[in-house]
């Protein structure tokens, strides 16, 4: 009777004790958005684990700088971890800014650099194809997985509305007539680069766990 009650602690203890998994970002937004989604798991960011680290990001693509960031994470503190990179791709400029999202106008530079920088890269460009992509590299019990979300759209040729961050003002989905800082935030989550990648990666742990 002892013994089978134990049994059942053990089995209720253990089902109530989440995974830990870290989100390599030092991001309180990005981390309260995917804890709300992930609640299987218990998630913690960098400072979570006393990593104050910057960790550079010098990959020529977005798989590498995910991977970069993950990987520093699980070989410092043995820890499975995910990380993401986005970037922003205009057909017409080959891709550009790509990788260099963050840091189009130079380092250090605000987001309005940035997007003032591509309207003027593009102010004689008919093709204002554009769209924005999200890889995120996933370190889980030794083995790595990638998951992609993409989003595709068009570069306006000036700024509309107030919400959302980076080119959101400039980039007008596909199927909408409005930017994303138009947009109703769960509209944008749903429909998003990054929406959609966290949503594969949702699913693939659903799966795992
Ligand atoms: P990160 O990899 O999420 O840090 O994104 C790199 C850069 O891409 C950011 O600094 C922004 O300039 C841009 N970016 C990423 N996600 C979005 C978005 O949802 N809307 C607009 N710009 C974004």
Redesign the pocket.
């Known amino acids: 009777m002892g013994c089978d009650f134990r049994i059942r602690k053990d089995k209720e203890d253990k089902m109530d004790k989440k995974d830990r998994i870290v989100f390599a970002t030092h991001n309180k937004n990005k981390l309260a958005e995917i804890r709300n989604i992930l609640k299987n798991y218990d998630v913690v960011g960098l400072r979570d684990i006393g990593c104050e680290t910057d960790i550079v990001e010098d990959a020529d693509d977005l798989q590498g700088n995910a991977k970069i960031k993950a990987d520093f994470v699980t070989n410092n503190y043995h820890l499975n971890c995910f990380a993401?990179?986005?970037?922003?791709e205009v057909e017409a400029l080959n891709g550009a800014p790509g990788v260099y999202?963050?840091r189009y106008a130079g380092e250090g530079c605000s987001?309005h650099d940035?997007v003032v920088k591509l309207l003027d890269a593009m102010k004689d460009i008919t093709n204002r194809k554009a769209r924005?992509r999200t890889v995120i590299a996933l370190n889980l019990n030794g083995k790595q997985y990638f998951f992609e979300g993409i989003v595709n759209g068009k570069i306006l040729e000036e700024e509309h509305g107030e919400g959302?961050?980076?080119?959101?003002p400039i980039?007008q989905p596909d199927g909408y007539d409005m930017t994303?800082a138009e947009m109703p935030m769960e509209i944008k989550n749903k429909i998003?680069h990054?929406g959609r990648a966290v949503q594969k990666l949702v699913e693939f742990l659903h799966l795992v766990s």
């Open positions: 993401d990179d986005t970037g922003l999202s963050a987001y940035n924005f959302g961050f980076g080119y959101d980039f994303f998003s990054r």
